[in-house]
């Protein structure tokens, strides 16, 4: 699980001060569809654009908002019956005031979750900064209005399920401590009916769709590009007062 904290490049003279909002993008996607190393690529990509100006662009994930779980539930959880993937699952009231505190430019604390113990880490936060781009990753993204109307650019990584469910077998045996019996009856009874019902009918919301995840680099390439045209427009509008207008052919 890839949690950016501190952002990517930081530049010696930006300050929290001149800071203005974000540009916040969404990147949703079923389980183990590859959203982090999206994030990580879409980052490497912005910074090797970045010419010598040297803008902040962190990623952050949805399980860091995880709710807690009761006695029952925990033990729920241990047996592989909890249900991670319905949206009652997530603290969304924290997801939506640390997204807006984010969008207004303030530094904000953010929990921070250990799928070992299925709970998030006691007294540990991760302090988010304010940054040029903010790429906010998970399953469940899009699920709510209000979140999704503070996204400026919504990515849905669509990858096949035979794929995800392979990636997610390994990686809940390497890096979760799962057996894989947990990880099977999980998949089948609770994580497949719920990306059906909540995540895959987000699709819809998005602006652009990245088919075969992290393999494509055409699509990270074009993303990495758009970021980086509008952290320009940006930079030259509050250089020069004025909109930037990016030169395009107006022949008819
Ligand atoms: N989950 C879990 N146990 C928890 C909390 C969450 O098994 N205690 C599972 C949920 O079942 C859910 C998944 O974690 O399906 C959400 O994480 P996922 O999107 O798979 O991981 P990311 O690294 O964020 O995504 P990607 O692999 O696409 O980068």
């Not at 988010?128 to 781009?133: F, G, N, R």
């Not at 075969?212 to 993303?223: C, H, K, P, S, Y």
Request: charged share 30%; aromatic share 8%; with cysteine.
């Amino acid at each position: 699980q890839t949690m950016q904290s501190s952002p990517m490049k930081s530049s010696m003279t930006g300050v929290a001060g001149d800071r203005k909002k974000p540009f916040l993008i969404g990147v949703g996607g079923g389980t183990a569809s590859g959203k982090s190393t999206v994030c990580e690529k879409i980052m490497n990509e912005v910074v090797e654009r970045q010419n010598g100006t040297e803008r902040q662009i962190i990623a952050l994930s949805q399980d860091s908002f995880y709710k807690e779980l009761d006695a029952k539930e925990i033990l729920m959880a241990e047996k592989g019956t909890f249900n991670f993937d319905h949206p009652d699952a997530f603290d969304h009231e924290l997801m939506l005031q640390c997204l807006r505190e984010i969008q207004n430019g303030k530094p904000t604390k953010v929990p921070v979750y250990d799928f070992k113990t299925n709970s998030r880490k006691k007294g540990e936060f991760t302090i988010v900064y304010p940054s040029d781009v903010v790429l906010l990753e998970g399953i469940l993204v899009f699920y709510h209005k209000d979140v999704r109307e503070l996204f400026d650019m919504k990515l849905f990584v669509d990858t096949d399920a035979d794929t995800r469910l392979a990636r997610r077998v390994l990686r809940d045996i390497e890096d979760r401590g799962r057996d894989l019996e947990h990880i099977i009856l999980q998949y089948t009874t609770l994580v497949k009916p719920a990306f059906e019902e909540f995540c895959l009918p987000t699709k819809k919301f998005a602006d652009v769709i990245i088919p075969r995840g992290a393999d494509n680099t055409v699509a990270i390439e074009l993303v990495a590009q758009h970021i980086q045209d509008i952290i320009w427009s940006r930079i030259s509008s509050s250089k020069s007062g004025s909109p930037f207008t990016r030169s395009r052919s107006n022949s008819d």
